[in-house]
């Protein structure tokens, strides 16, 4: 007794004594915290990781949410230990805010606009000045620089000058709390926000200094024409024209009179608050604080006919023609359905051969006024059915569009005008859309000509593989897991992370989706299936088999339409400036560096990333709760005794849920807790041999040798304790020299699911020591336990099984306890270890001989 009281003083530094219930039930209380927390993790990490698969709508303000509630959670795990750990894991609440200090950098660092001169240009403009004149300058800018294609001579007014709008008015503040007072998820305010914000722009001055130089470069335009030309002024945003098109989201105005043009110009500022322009832009991914706008001012052409060039067809892009539609007049009729444009599909080759031809009438075309502005005027009945562009035409327009694919690399959407002197003019283009691959949707979900070999499980990461099946079982296993297979475990492992580039696929007989090994599955793209229940019983090593996490289908054999179908998803936002950085957030939250646990940089010292926090803090809780021992009971004043028609003495700490009623003895009947009531039913279902008569202990039963109990069996004071709540379970179990522990938290909660098994043995000759062993071992292997064994002691885990498999493992454990302890004298060769493991798992695992 006084060495448990000097221990209990050890523990409590020297303080005075907290009674070992109130602590324990404390450190549970620490327990179920962490657990809260580290699942909530895990939960935000997977939605953000899902994110970029690109079928979601976010914004900064979700990052932010979810940055801020990562921080919470990572710090309320950290702080959680540590109260687990009484005080010892301080570093680890040092390494979480660390890191979440680094993370909410990346949030801190924006785009800002860059300096520059007010004008440009548009001869002087390249594509990588894109921030600075908007992306459709930038566009004209590298065709007329690097193609000599025939552009409009014209001017950009650069975001320097939009920024020198905002400043000169005093605007920044005010618009940026306006645009974070609304959000993808809150359309309601979207119009009252938008009604401000366009109030305030209209409502601005254009500053002097602006002024002079639109004037300036207006009239340098005059000098180089020879002519005072009526303008196309036309929207330049951050963003437009580049990986999104913003088609039809900004205003642009046409014919305008030299001095309307500043009036014009915030017309244009003010169209980036439209309603459809706030949500397209927070659609596509942007930041609201990245709102900049340039501006393209050119003269305006006077067309006889004007349209718009697909250089492919998006629907049927491997087709090697163009697609051309054209109007008469002004081009805002080819894209607004005013009037039934005509429809060309020509070749490239022999250039402009028209394919497909489409002529309909055109009864009305889009003029200009001589005073300014834009009026809708008849075309000549002879006109009207007339096609607007020749044989000629459709070749210089198939030239262009070859020229502009081999340059950008992609397709290009072009906005071409046709003036009164019968030149082509090029006004716009912009990468263009098309239909690459056929969406999963768009097949049946069921290969009926092949065998399904499983259609249960849980999706992780969509995606299509196929190779031989490897089975994981130990680390050796993934030394040598060979490029291309399809990694085939019981369970799910951070370890995997080191195949995964190599994996074809990934299938699991149990797992959660907000798992560490699901997170590492998307970020490194391998299709991925969870929980199926049977994979490893259904699969064969080196079975050729094609695994479709689109569908959740795993069939026999190569599928070669599946294989031909399949692609990386490559996320519609990924050039936007939200998506670059809630991946550049989520470098510093996915990745996992901490993976052995037994490794010498398994610190928290090491951390890098929040999933190294997370998997730190889960490993040594499990640790700390192991802490749990004799030393901390034998004090309680709470503990009860359980009677039972067993020969094993049992006291109980219940720390809230555990028993029916609170009393010193208490009866199997009265127990509540889940793992405790599964394992019990283990025990009891089990032959115990009896004591002798006169005999107060049951390990007089299995200590039968003086150097037994020379070795640290006590045939008088052996004791076994269980700490236990609703859900929890820390079971002590001392029978003669043998210590097993088995730990449980069993939830409806897949992802708190966990076990451990834990088992000392002593006595006997060290041959006997060695079939107890290794018939203990093969025995919990054959139960899917993870485990590990040095000498006589083992240790043996399962995470993460839905809550009626843990049950059954936890029952399963509880015959081994019995089993074992009675075979200690019978173990006498190699072969009756085998019979006696062959009897348990037939009698108890439904498992043939």
């Known amino acids: 007794m006084k060495v448990i009281k000097r221990s209990l003083r050890r523990l409590t530094g020297g303080a005075p004594e907290t009674p070992p219930s109130a602590r324990l039930a404390s450190r549970y209380a620490q327990f179920q915290r962490l657990l809260q927390a580290n699942n909530r993790t895990l939960a935000l990490m997977a939605d953000m990781e899902e994110k970029l698969s690109g079928d979601y709508l976010f914004d900064m303000a979700y990052i932010r949410a979810a940055v801020g509630e990562l921080r919470q959670e990572t710090q309320a795990l950290a702080e959680a230990l540590d109260g687990l750990g009484e005080g010892r894991y301080g570093h680890l609440k040092e390494a979480a805010a660390r890191i979440s200090r680094e993370v909410e950098a990346l949030l801190e660092h924006r785009r800002e606009i860059p300096a520059g001169p007010l004008v440009l240009d548009l001869a002087a403009v390249e594509l990588t000045q894109a921030h600075l004149v908007g992306g459709k300058a930038a566009n004209l800018g590298e065709v007329i620089r690097k193609l000599g294609l025939p552009v409009p001579p014209g001017f950009a007014i650069t975001t320097a000058a939009y920024k020198k709008f905002l400043d000169a008015n005093q605007l920044s503040q005010r618009l940026t709390e306006l645009l974070k007072g609304w959000s993808l998820e809150d359309l309601d305010t979207l119009a009252r926000v938008s009604e401000e914000l366009k109030a305030i722009i209209l409502g601005a001055r254009v500053p002097p200094e602006l002024e002079e130089a639109l004037a300036a470069a207006y009239e340098e335009l005059c000098r180089r024409l020879g002519e005072r030309p009526f303008l196309a002024v036309r929207s330049s945003a951050v963003g437009e024209d580049l990986a999104f098109t913003f088609a039809g989201q900004y205003v642009s105005f046409l014919n305008v009179p030299p001095g309307d043009l500043a009036a014009r110009y915030k017309d244009i500022l003010a169209s980036l608050f439209t309603p459809r322009a706030l949500f397209y832009y927070k659609d596509k991914g942007f930041n609201e604080e990245e709102l900049a706008m340039g501006v393209v001012v050119m003269p305006l052409i006077r067309a006889k006919a004007s349209g718009v060039l697909f250089t492919r067809q998006p629907e049927a ?410 859900n929890y379970m820390n079971f002590s179990i001392r029978l003669g020299y043998h210590l097993s522990t088995v730990e449980a938290y069993v939830s409806e909660v897949l992802n708190d699911n966990y076990l451990t098994f834990s088992f000392r043995g002593g006595g006997s000759t060290p041959e006997r020591r060695e079939r107890r062993t290794r018939l203990i071992e093969t025995i919990i292997d054959h139960m899917d336990l993870q485990h590990t064994r040095q000498g006589d002691y083992i240790e043996a885990r399962l995470a993460k099984y839905p809550l009626e498999k843990m049950c059954g493992r936890l029952t399963l454990l509880g015959k081994l306890t019995v089993y074992t302890k009675q075979l200690d004298m019978a173990l006498f060769s190699d072969g009756i270890v085998d019979w006696y493991i062959k009897e348990f798992l037939r009698e108890h695992l439904n498992l043939p001989g």
Request: glycine fraction near 8%; proline fraction near 9%.
């Open 317 to 726: 892009p491997e087709r090697d023609a163009i697609l051309v539609n054209a109007v008469w007049g002004l081009g805002k009729y080819a894209v607004g359905g005013k009037v039934q444009p005509d429809h060309y599909l020509a070749a490239y080759e022999p250039p402009g051969e028209i394919l497909e031809q489409v002529i309909p009438p055109k009864p009305v075309r889009l003029g200009w006024r001589p005073e300014g502005g834009e009026v809708q005027e008849p075309v000549p009945p002879e006109e009207a059915t007339a096609p607007c562009l020749t044989r000629e035409h459709l070749a210089q327009l198939a030239d262009w569009a070859r020229r502009l694919e081999e340059y950008f690399r992609k397709p290009q959407d072009v906005e071409w005008a046709l003036g009164e002197d019968g030149r082509l003019w090029l006004l716009q283009t912009r990468p263009l859309r098309v239909q690459t691959r056929r969406a999963p949707s768009a097949r049946p979900r069921l290969k009926q000509e092949y065998p399904v070999l499983l259609d249960s499980g849980k999706v992780a990461c969509r995606g299509v593989g196929a190779g031989p099946v490897v089975l994981v079982k130990t680390d050796e296993d993934l030394k040598n897991f060979p490029p291309g297979g399809v990694l085939v475990s019981r369970f799910t492992s951070p370890k995997f992370v080191t195949v995964m580039r190599q994996a074809a696929a990934i299938i699991t007989d149990a797992g959660s989706v907000t798992g560490h090994m699901a997170l590492l599955a998307r970020e490194f793209q391998v299709p991925t299936i969870l929980d199926t229940g049977k994979a490893t019983r259904i699969l064969t090593p080196g079975q050729l088999v094609t695994v479709d996490a689109d569908y959740n289908n795993v069939y026999d054999g190569l599928i070669p339409e599946l294989l031909e179908a399949r692609e990386r998803r490559d996320s519609d936002l990924a050039d936007s400036p939200v998506f670059q950085t809630l991946k550049a957030v989520l470098q510093k939250v996915i990745p996992l560096n901490l993976i052995n646990p037994r490794a010498e940089n398994f610190t928290p010292e090491a951390c890098r990333t929040v999933h190294d926090v997370v998997r730190y803090g889960h490993e040594y809780a499990m640790r700390e709760l192991f802490r749990m021992t004799e030393l901390e009971l034998t004090e309680a004043g709470e503990v009860q005794e359980l009677e039972a028609d067993i020969p094993l003495k049992l006291r109980l700490l219940d720390l809230g849920g555990g028993l029916r009623r609170r009393r010193r003895r208490v009866r199997p009947s009265d127990i509540e807790s889940i793992p405790f009531k599964a394992f019990w039913q283990g025990l009891r279902s089990m032959p115990w041999p009896k004591p002798a008569p006169g005999v107060k202990s049951l390990s007089s039963v299995f200590v039968k040798e003086e150097a037994e109990v020379a070795q640290g069996a006590d045939p008088w004071r052996d004791q076994s304790y269980v700490v236990l709540s609703r």
